[in-house]
């Protein structure tokens, strides 16, 4: 009859205690918990970046057929074709003008970052705000912007010659220059905000310290502030650098085909040429190198604990 | 006695945002090779006079003079003074040998002097060994003691030392304030210490200025301030002190009658200016009262106070007795546990009627 009692009890307890069991095995094997909480994460990124990154991989050893279909046929072609004085080329003046881009971005964006997070509190968040209302307009029109004032016939060649200080317009439109000042514009809130948080988070106090010890305002950056903030500045010039060299709609808009950027190349590769196997063994190598010189330029910052 | 003057302040004054004065009119004579303490309770302007000695804040008004010569707008890097700041601002990015060898560097000192000079310093501080960790693999007190070291061995001619004891727990403070004498003792470097503390000002002071709301209210050595404290709000921030109020009735040689609650005459040291009928404070300390069981005559014995026992503390070292004397006054007693309190149990308890005793010169007439 006790038994019989017990029984009955057991099975009635059973239905909680089958979610209670799961949370028990979890816990004691805490990777299978990890991986419980990742699956979301890794799901997505496998699907969507993983799985891409192996077409891709699989299509730069491919052929390009007649009509640019892809033939699987195995070559080594499309990498050995990179190495072609005119593709080099195109890759340094990328590189050339993605570093430019992101100097000039420090330049402007430490300065500014400075300036915002010394700021008192309620101009602080104006300031956070002429950062931020860029990214409210539509990238394209913000580059026809700058087309217009750039034009022959564009604000400021207008403005110079109503002034009399030039007789002709400058041609500033479809030149590199025209192109970082594209990169540069797009970029620099990925410049500031980064190195705004770091500054933010620097306590003034050894700063002052520094002072009391001799240091004048030029030292206070070099030895305590640009140290201890380095991080920020490595953030910023990776978000800056990176999307820079892989860009085509600025260099396509600015540049107007006179300033071909690697991105450039890419794209006519997969749309115009229809040639997807070069395009790709293109994009691998400049994921390849970018991805290199962002890891070499980590570790140079991790030279001292911080 | 006529000493060198390491730092003065001229009647300086700093206001805040046109309207909060922080420091108000105050005027110091710091000398050479003394350990100044400024003591005060948070708020009272104490730390913004030190910065305005450091040079990072500028007075609105008055001269502050550092060695003789008035130091105006000179930035803080420029100043033959160094400070010892409240949370020790270690460079977190520098070795302890690289934080130490910093102002030295600055000031472009040669390469194999700066190695001595660390040296010397990490060793006055007890640090040898360190050189080549991070603050934050430090204690609170080795970080303490790097940053008195960074600013030692530019052996400059004060010391500024903001609450550097703050963070540390107290045990550890115990022993910092007596390594601080010492270090100061050996270097013979002026020291400006801040604190609000002011059992440390007492241990480790050569003299003391007590300030509240901006303002000096006294200056003189831990003894002066101790026993003879200017005003109410010395007398009760330094140490602990019983105010009784009334009026002078008589005043023979330096011993004046004062009659509180307008029954009970009581005893206190006169000083210069005090009148027959003025009205004043009589400021007693706790320890200064000798407590005892009443016999037939003390009734009548002139500036004894009789009382019942209304509460007992045991805190160790000392018992404290709070003396009811009347509705309206109530005195704190101190004695010191001589005995071992287990063997022999006191025979005064709560309820017991008390007699309270103490040499007038233990008292003092504050007159504000």
Known sequence: MALAEEARQKAVQAKPRLTEA???????????????????????????????????????????????????????????????????????????????????????????????????????????LLV??????NFLVRTYAIMFLLRNEGLINTALQWLGVINRPIPMLFTPFAVVLGLVYGYLPFMILPIYASIEKFDFTLAEAAQDLGANAWRVFREILWPLTLPGTIAGSILVFIPSVGTFVTSDLLGGGKVVMIGNLIQQQFLTVRHWPFGSAISLILMAIVLIATLIYFRSGEERPI | MERPVDVELCDVTKVFDQHVKAVDHVSLQIY????????????????????????????????????????GNTPPFKRNVNTVFQNYALFPHMTVEENVAF????????????????????????????????????????????????????????????EPLGALDLKLRKDMQLELKRLQETVGITFLYVTHDQEEALTMSDRIAVMNAGRVLQVGTPLEIYERPANRFVADFIGESNFLEGQVTRIERDTATVVISD????????????????RVTVAIRPEKIRLC??????????????????????????????????????????????????????????????????????ARLLTE
Not at chain 1, 86 to 102: D, E
Request: charged share 20%.
């Open chain 1, 22 to 128: 799961i949370g028990e095995v979890l816990r004691r094997r805490p990777l299978l918990q990890l991986s419980v909480i990742l699956s979301p994460g890794i799901l997505w990124l496998t699907l969507f970046f993983l799985f891409p990154l192996c077409i891709v991989l699989a299509y730069s050893f491919a052929t390009r057929g007649t009509y640019g279909q892809i033939v699987w046929h195995f070559t080594l072609e499309n990498y050995r074709r990179f190495f072609d004085w005119l593709y080099i080329r195109t890759f340094l003046l990328s590189i050339w003008l993605s570093v430019l881009a992101t100097v000039i971005c420090l330049m402007i964006g430490y300065p500014f970052a400075f300036v915002m997070a010394r700021a008192p509190r309620r101009w602080r968040n104006a300031l956070m």
């Open chain 2, 293 to 362: 069981i009443p016999t037939s005559d003390s009734q009548n014995e002139a500036g004894a106070l009789t009382g019942t026992v209304q509460d007992i503390v045991y805190i160790g070292t000392d018992t404290h007795y709070l003396v009811r004397i009347d509705d309206h006054t109530a005195i704190r007693v101190r004695v010191q546990n001589a005995q071992n309190r287990l063997d022999s149990p006191d025979s005064i308890r709560r309820g017991t009627w008390v007699v309270l005793r103490w040499a007038p010169e233990a």
């Open chain 2, 32 to 71: 050479q090779g003394e350990f100044f303490s400024l003591l005060g309770p948070s708020g009272c302007g104490k730390t913004t006079t030190l910065r305005m000695i450091a040079g990072f804040e500028l007075p609105t008004s008055g001269d502050i003079l550092i060695e003789g010569r008035v130091v």
């Open chain 2, 103 to 162: 102002g030295l560097r600055m000031k472009g000192v040669p390469r194999d002097e700066i190695r001595q000079r660390v040296r010397e310093a990490l060793h006055l501080v007890r640090l040898n060994g360190f050189e080549n960790r991070y603050p934050r693999q430090l204690s609170g007190g080795q970080q303490q003691r790097v940053a008195l070291a960074r600013a030692l061995v530019n052996r400059p001619r004060v010391l500024l030392l903001d």
């Open chain 2, 263 to 278: 029954r009970f005459p009581v005893l206190a040291q006169t000083h210069h200016g005090i009148q027959p009928g003025q």
């Open chain 1, 132 to 137: 931020m209302i860029p990214f409210w307009t």
